[in-house]
């Protein structure tokens, strides 16, 4: 009888036990489902109470980064930004997208940053950015609204403000900008 030298027929059969057996969702596919869920209740919401509830826990989770070095430049950021020191406020959130490029709410307060500075082309390509990571980003697609408002792309800011009432149906205010601009551009109300 041959002898199995450390197991390995044991091994092998192990080994094809794991393979058969269903993977567990990693940490990362189960913090995207439980997003999925938020973005499809908030879609549902029926009273501005619920639907702020839920975009306040959306937003909590598109902010934390899962790093203690992100979340340390994002919050000198804030407090450059409130001290309108735009200079310092994008340096910050340059090391921001650089250490997590994968971070949409890094790229999308980097946005922030270049419309209030004045920068709209980055301002947009950042938003871009924030959009491919997270499509459903609804303060990314009022702020993209905005800034073409500003350069009289209207009926175009109409179709953004409308994408964002359909992930968020509660932002009053856009929905009423968006009302008045469908109104000047076609002469509908949505």
Known sequence: MPSDPGGITANKGDRADRLDRPRAPSADERRASRLDRMFDELARATTKERADRIAGHILRRMTAS???????????????????????????????????????????RRATVNFLAGDYGRSIADIEQTLKLEPRHWGALVGLSVIMVSMDQKAAAVDVMTRALEIHPFLEDTRDRRDRFKLEVDGSAA
């Open 66 to 108: 899962g790093s203690d070095t992100v979340d340390l430049l994002m919050n000198r950021a804030a407090v450059a930004m409130r001290r309108k020191d735009y200079g310092l406020a994008l340096d910050l959130l340059d090391g921001v997208v650089r250490l997590k490029p994968d971070f949409a709410e890094g790229w999308n």
